[in-house]
Nanobody, 122 residues
Framework: QAQLVESGGGLVQAGDSLRLSCTASEPTFPSYAVGWFRQAPGKEREFVAAIDWSGTATYYADSMKERFTISRDNKNMVYLQMNRLKPEDTGVYSC????????????????WGQGTQVTVSS
């Protein structure tokens, strides 16, 4: 039902930063937990981070904790701040929604965006 849209990707050098955004036009979007995921060609989609509906609880994949930060505003925007990017971070980054972080953490989403490409050169 929800139409999710990601933005903010691009081509950057190693060590640079990007901030990705996820939004939806559905009025129920603020009541969902939101997660970020990424997928590189030939690899499985992996969980990156998630935030609950209130913005007070977050969960990160272990490999993302030091450099990535998820946040949301009080309306319809969710962000992924990515610092000190590495070539290994290259992939399509997508956002998904569900009722709780626990479901997103294992890859279960009720709706997904089309993704935004992040390419990090060495």
């Amino acid at each position: 039902q929800a139409q999710l849209v990601e933005s903010g990707g691009g081509l950057v050098q190693a060590g640079d930063s990007l901030r990705l955004s996820c939004t939806a036009s559905e009025p129920t979007f603020p009541s969902y937990a939101v997660g970020w995921f990424r997928q590189a060609p030939g690899k499985e989609r992996e969980f990156v981070a998630a935030i609950d509906w209130s913005g007070t609880a977050t969960y990160y994949a272990d490999s993302m904790k030091e450099r990535f930060t998820i946040s949301r505003d009080n309306k319809n925007m969710v962000y992924l701040q990515m610092n000190r990017l590495k070539p290994e971070d290259t992939g399509v980054y997508s956002c998904g929604v569900n009722l709780a972080i626990d479901e997103l953490r294992v890859g279960v989403g009720r709706s997904w965006g089309q993704g935004t490409q992040v390419t990090v050169s060495s």
